[in-house]
């Protein structure tokens, strides 16, 4: 076959290409907003097992080691992780709308966002990167130990460069 055949040829499943990588696409957000809705309700239950005073670090550790024994090979739920599922539940279980959009986001990118002090803080950097991304979320940070996003905004929430700045702002561990 000559080479130009071949080309026209490879041009002619590009539509299949595009099936496939849109299907790719929608396989992951949908397998990372049950990961997310799974990290929600267990940390519901252990914010409501928490609170009627239960449990506590001990309890949290086996629960853990019980999780990873059952399990073999399951990762994501470290002592830590479990305290950070319950601090997810907490952070969010008063805004439904927030809840809801933060669920699109991976769970490296809500453990960056939660330390952010507000309500409005969280609101910006999530809807900034939805819209500069064709309305998939993604967050890029730096990798540094603190990350700030500064977002330029009018009154009326378009960006610009004029001088109204949003800062948003966390610490985080490094890794």
């Known amino acids: 076959m000559s080479n130009k055949v071949l080309q026209t040829e490879e041009n002619a499943f ?7 990588d849109n299907a790719r696409e929608n396989a992951f957000r949908a397998v990372n907003r049950e990961l997310i809705n799974m990290y929600w309700k267990i940390g519901e239950y252990v914010s409501r097992r928490v609170a009627e005073g ?15 024994k059952r ?8 002592v830590s992780n479990i305290w950070r599922m ?9 805004n439904e709308k927030l809840a809801t959009l933060l669920r699109e986001l991976t769970w490296s990118h809500n453990l960056l966002i939660m330390p952010c ?10 809807l900034h990167q939805k819209g500069r991304d064709g309305g998939r979320v993604r967050i890029k940070p730096k ?18 460069t004029g001088k109204q700045t ?7 561990r490094k890794r």
């Open 54 to 68: 239960g449990w506590g670090k001990s309890i949290i550790k086996v629960f853990s080691e019980l999780i990873q």
């Open 71 to 78: 399990y073999t090979g399951i990762k994501g739920f470290s």
């Open 14 to 20: 590009d539509e299949v290409i595009a099936i496939i």
């Open 117 to 126: 002090k507000t309500e409005e803080e969280r609101w910006a950097y999530t």
């Open 86 to 94: 319950k601090q997810f539940y907490e952070t969010y279980y008063e």
């Open 143 to 160: 990798p540094v130990t603190r990350f700030d996003c500064r977002i330029q905004t009018t009154s009326t929430g378009q960006e610009n």
């Open 166 to 172: 949003t800062r948003i702002g966390g610490t985080r």
